[in-house]
């Protein structure tokens, strides 16, 4: 893939503008002050309190739909007054950064009040239902797994694109299911699981299929899914060889005892 040539005082000026569009402990961008009522639907919020008022838990949990990341895009755009170009340069970072070009992306914000919470393993706790199917995550902040006392947060990423087929999860979809397991929190201990559903049908995935930046990472995952494809064949060749040989080998011993 040949890319245009970027002058060394244009990079730094990119990466300057990335690192201050990331907070600094959780990767995941900051949210502006006047978030759009278009990133507001696909974030939720709830509050948990114990009995005894022992443990209180806030939980804010973003799912990184199309419209929610376009909006967070265009943000930064409209501040820094940048050139499509430097739009286009900043969309590919930032994909590449959240791995949203692979994944299914959320952002959890936990903030637990008096007794801590501890969620080891978190992967253990948490899972993501599309149509029938539950999936455990494919990465998260692992500092979820350390003892949470006051407010921590980070990403959390499912599968995108199914393993064997390579084909998007998403498609055809009508709503998501993400659920954390209620014995995650002493406050949350005598309830149900929680269950944040998101209605995908609501989301617009082909603002971010146009464009340079969108082009640049499907090539890239497309070169992915070459190479393991290419693996696959390899794999499957070399068993097809040892089949044929040993055929060769069974067919040379039944001539020869014929011939006896």
Known sequence: MKLNKICVSALMLLMLFISAAFAADGGAPNRTAKDTKEMRK???????????????????????????????VNAEAEKNMWTADELENYKYTLFKTLNLNESIAFHIDFNVVGVPMYAQPFDAHISLLIGKKKYKPSDYDHRFNFKIS?????????????????????????????????????????????????????????????????????IDRLLKRTDKLAKDRSDLQSKLDAVNKELKDINARIDELQAQ
């Open 150 to 218: 006051g407010q921590r947060d980070g990403m959390v990423y499912f599968p995108r694109y199914d393993p064997e087929t390579g084909k998007d999860l998403l498609q055809g979809v009508k709503q998501i299911r993400l659920i954390l397991d209620s014995s995650i929190g002493q406050a949350m201990s005598r309830g149900s699981d929680v269950v944040w559903i998101w209605d995908i049908t609501k989301d617009q995935p082909e603002k971010l299929k146009s464009g340079k930046a969108a082009n640049r990472l499907e």
């Open 42 to 72: 696909w974030v939720r919020e709830n509050h948990f309190a114990d009995r005894d008022g022992d443990q209180q838990l806030d939980i804010k949990t973003t799912y990184y739909a199309a419209e929610y990341v376009q909006e967070l």
